[in-house]
């Protein structure tokens, strides 16, 4: 007698639904270490999340570039994206390590951090 095999299915890590908001794929992409890909200031970017927090009651994060306009950035350095500028957010399967020398302790972040990446 045969029985049936069970047939797994994988959601894609880009796939966090319909209304899935810039700021829940931010945090899961700080939570899980993983790169995001998104449209700011007309340019096609990729980057690595590393804190998210508030300046002014607005949303931020700093982030590592690591691809802008499908060429690597000139020097690695942390970025600042203002959410309300991020167009077509979504999470990739690309991990990353933070950065050397990120300090989420620091006077910019006191008591406005929302999220971190933890080393």
């Known amino acids: 007698m045969q029985h049936a095999r069970k ?8 796939d966090l639904g319909e209304d899935a908001d810039a700021d829940a794929i931010l945090r899961r992409a700080i939570s899980r270490k993983l790169c995001v890909a998104a449209v700011y200031n007309k340019m096609h970017v990729r ?3 590393h804190i998210l927090y508030t300046r002014h009651e607005d949303p931020f994060v700093d982030a590592v570039v690591v691809e802008r ?3 690597p950035p000139r ?9 309300a500028g991020l167009k077509e957010v ?3 399967a690309t991990p990353f390590q933070p ?6 302790a620091g006077e910019l972040y006191a008591g ?4 971190v990446v933890t080393a």
Request: charged share 25%; hydrophobic share 40%.
């Open 7 to 14: 047939t797994l299915s994988i959601r894609p890590v880009a």
């Open 90 to 92: 979504r999470l990739t």
């Open 47 to 49: 980057f690595a999340p």
């Open 69 to 71: 306009d499908g060429k």
């Open 112 to 115: 406005t951090t929302l999220h």
């Open 99 to 104: 950065k050397v020398g990120f300090d989420p």
């Open 75 to 83: 020097e690695q350095k942390l970025g600042v994206f203002k959410l």
